[in-house]
């Protein structure tokens, strides 16, 4: 096992810092990617940070972190949270443990966010903390 993590950003995630900063706060995926890579550095580890707004790639990437033995996936899924059964599997299907990451709390928003399919195949999940979510998640990983 590496000390590579792959942190893994779905769909409009892209647009973080200007998108509903209420919910989702001023910080873009930047500034997070910033502050995970100097967090990452000091615990010995590797980020490799990525956004799309495709399904299909987020699951090549699954793939990929397995093929690169990393130590473990950061994946906030954004809406595919809640829709995508293809999401599961490729989690299912990989060997690398898989956190779950929201910055808000999808159980305290509309009722069609409680479910998440991600959340049912990853090892764990943390949300609610806005981009401290993603820290979180970090120093998780880095026990695997």
Do not use: C
């Not at 990452?40 to 972190?65: C, F, K, P, V, Y």
């Not at 954004?78 to 159980?107: Q, W």
């Amino acid at each position: 096992m590496t000390g590579l993590i792959y942190v893994l950003n779905g769909p409009n995630l892209n647009l973080l810092g200007t998108r509903e900063p209420e919910i989702y706060g001023h910080d873009t995926l930047d500034d997070i990617a910033g502050r995970l890579e100097d967090r990452a550095r000091a615990l010995g580890l590797e980020i490799d940070m990525r956004q799309s707004n495709h399904e299909g790639h987020l699951i090549d990437w699954l793939h990929e972190a397995q093929a690169r033995d990393a130590r473990a996936v950061l994946l906030n899924a954004g809406a595919f949270t809640h829709t995508s059964i293809a999401l599961y599997d490729a989690i299912k299907a990989v060997r690398t443990p898989v956190i779950e990451v929201h910055l808000s709390n999808p159980h305290t928003r509309e009722e069609f966010r409680h479910i998440s399919f991600v959340g049912r195949a990853a090892k764990g999940t943390i949300a609610g903390f806005g981009a401290t979510s993603y820290m979180l998640a970090l120093e998780a990983a880095a026990l695997f």
